[in-house]
């Protein structure tokens, strides 16, 4: 009986297989848009796209066009390749505003640049494309069922930004390039008033200004020192009970001395 069953289902492969050859190399363009919803409907998304790519110019401007250009676009969605997916969803919404599906369409469009975005520590354009994306459909459907997905990974998508903003700043400090480390924290802590890392951002500031006090020239020094004052300040009001507070300690102490040699 195993055998039997095992028999059936090669011959239906088989026969399933040949049908679908047959669809490909076939000019009836019907014949061909059958086997491509046969084939979406199996989950058989690869085999599918083949098939969609063949009809896309045939079926353009005709009833049938707007499922399979939605079709087109879920399957490579789900096959994951998310530029292809984002720029059929796109055109799908363009093509086709008033579909119900166009909402669902302008979500995944979107949410496939943002599957993109690359960790952190490298380049961050995708992560920025895909923020404009989404931030388009939140604008253009603010009322979607799809909007707290949106805005989820809007957040998710900043905070990679915030971090690699956060380590670019931090890395001037280590190399001990510490004027670019000081902008850098600088427009770090303006740009995400509300991070995360700001104890950190504080901190790396303070350091960055007082190694350059310290190691500054004479006529440069009182006025460096100074600004490691206020840096030390800044992080004590923001966190009085830093964890850095000993080594923080540490160094205003050496800050205070020095300053006290430009007041005799």
């Given at each position: 009986m195993k055998k039997i069953v095992s028999l059936l289902i090669v011959v239906t492969l088989f026969c399933s297989c040949g049908e679908y050859q047959k669809a490909l190399?076939?000019?009836?363009?019907?014949?061909?848009?059958?086997?491509?919803?046969?084939?979406?409907?199996?989950?058989?998304?690869?085999k599918a796209i083949r098939l969609f790519?063949?009809?896309?110019?045939?079926?353009r401007g005709?009833?049938?066009?707007?499922?399979?250009?939605?079709m087109f676009s879920q399957s490579y969605y789900k096959t994951k390749q998310y530029y292809l997916?984002?720029?059929?969803?796109?055109?799908?919404?363009?093509?086709?505003?008033?579909?119900e599906k166009v909402q669902e369409a302008a979500f995944l469009g979107a949410y496939s640049y943002s599957k993109?975005?690359?960790v952190y520590s490298l380049d961050q354009t995708d992560t920025v494309k895909?923020?404009?994306k989404l931030q388009a459909?939140?604008?253009?459907?603010?009322?979607?069922?799809?909007?707290?997905?949106?805005?989820?990974?809007?957040?998710?998508?900043?905070?990679?930004?915030?971090?690699?903003?956060?380590?670019?700043?931090?890395?001037?400090?280590?190399?001990?390039?510490?004027?670019?480390?000081?902008?850098?924290?600088?427009n770090f802590i303006a740009d995400f008033p509300g991070t995360p890392f700001k104890e950190d951002a504080l901190?790396?500031?303070?350091?960055?200004?007082?190694?350059?006090?310290?190691?500054?020239v004479p006529s440069k020094m009182e006025e460096r020192l100074n600004v490691a004052k206020v840096a030390y300040n800044n992080l004590i009001k923001f966190k009085s009970d830093t964890k850095y507070k000993v080594k923080a300690d540490e160094m205003y102490a050496r800050v205070e001395t020095d300053l006290q040699k430009f007041t005799k």
């Open positions: 190399k076939n000019e009836d363009v019907a014949a061909k848009f059958e086997m491509a919803t046969k084939m979406y409907d199996a989950g058989k998304y690869s790519e063949q009809l896309a110019t045939s079926y005709k009833p049938q066009a707007e499922k399979l250009f939605y997916a984002g720029y059929q969803f796109e055109a799908f919404v363009s093509g086709y505003p008033r579909s993109l975005a690359p895909a923020l404009d459909f939140i604008d253009n459907y603010p009322n979607s069922e799809y909007i707290a997905q949106a805005n989820e990974t809007v957040q998710k998508l900043n905070g990679k930004l915030e971090k690699k903003a956060y380590e670019n700043a931090k890395g001037y400090n280590t190399i001990s390039d510490y004027k670019s480390a000081l902008i850098a924290f600088d901190f790396y500031k303070y350091d960055s200004a007082y190694q350059l006090a310290i190691n500054s």
